[in-house]
């Protein structure tokens, strides 16, 4: 049956099973995309603490549909003699947008820290730069060359982050996850070994560069953030090899020769306000 909104990929073994639907088809093509990553140590340590957690998927949710709480109602609690504290763990595309959308809507009565290595780490060093000063002069802190490793609970006093460098100072009501994203949760749900589709839970499904055919399945196809070619996992690259795998699933070899299903000059966009935008490589 159906798990995880995902139909498990059936085996020989188990058609008879009268709630399942059989599906047959020449070629297959899975774009199951990726879920943000959340380390189990964290959510037992947000679980202990009392601190709400959230990843890019849960943050914005109506307080009705977020189990864990809601950000709503951590922005209502705030005032200007109970500033609240919100850290986001992470410092890609996703840390940047989210962080000046809720520090917006924040306002100066909730302190917003974006603990991260470095900002945009594989962008080039001009818009490296441009982020920090868009995400600064909306009043966000960034404590760089730092990673969130645990909460911590002092009686009396609250819940902080720990830090990889040995401080424990900063203070946290929310905890904002901006971590990446994996496939494994999406893929695990499939029962590709009964397809002998080769996948491991970190890159996804190994797939050939230029047809973005499984390598260990001929007629199974994969893109977007769940094949081992994309490197980024960006709307614009999942949109890319989504066209070229469906194509690629269709025409014959000789209709398909000269283009690339993985391209150098795919644009990346950062949807902060002003937008921040890459193309090509960068100079280093």
């Not at 969130?148 to 996850?177: C, K, M, P, W």
């Not at 560069?209 to 094949?227: E, I, P, W």
């Not at 090899?241 to 690339?260: E, K, V, Y």
Request: hydrophobic share 40%; aromatic share 6%; with cysteine.
């Amino acid at each position: 049956s159906p798990r995880d909104g995902y139909i498990p990929w059936q085996s020989s073994s188990n058609r008879s099973n009268s709630s399942s639907v059989l599906v047959s088809s020449k070629k297959f093509l899975i774009a199951t995309g990726a879920s943000p990553i959340v380390p189990k140590h964290l959510e037992i340590a947000a679980q202990e603490s009392k601190v709400p957690m959230f990843t890019y998927r849960t943050v914005l949710q109506p307080s009705e549909m977020n189990h864990t709480g809601s950000i709503w109602n951590i922005l209502q609690s705030s005032n200007a003699t109970n500033v609240r504290n919100l850290v986001i763990a992470g410092g890609g595309p996703t840390a940047c947008e989210l962080g000046q959308s809720l520090a917006r809507l924040c306002g100066s009565n909730v302190n917003i820290t974006i603990v991260a290595p470095e900002i945009l780490k594989d962008y080039d060093v001009s818009l490296r730069r441009a982020a920090m000063k868009v995400l600064t002069n909306d009043g966000i802190t960034l404590l760089l060359r730092s990673r969130v490793t645990s909460i911590i609970h002092r009686q009396g006093s609250g819940a902080f982050v720990e830090l990889d460098n040995g401080r424990y100072s900063l203070h946290v009501d929310a905890l904002l996850l901006c971590l990446g994203r994996s496939p494994e949760r999406s893929l695990s749900s499939l029962s590709l070994h009964a397809a002998g589709v080769k996948w491991n839970a970190t890159t996804g499904i190994e797939v050939d560069k230029s047809t973005l055919r499984s390598v260990t399945a001929s007629n199974v196809f994969a893109c977007g953030d769940c094949c081992d070619q994309v490197k980024e996992r960006r709307a614009a690259h999942a949109a890319w090899t989504g066209f070229h795998a469906a194509r690629n699933t269709i025409l014959p070899f000789w209709l398909r020769m000269g283009s690339q299903a993985i391209h150098s000059a795919v644009p990346a966009v950062i949807y902060t306000d002003p937008e921040l935008a890459q193309v090509g490589r960068s100079y280093s």
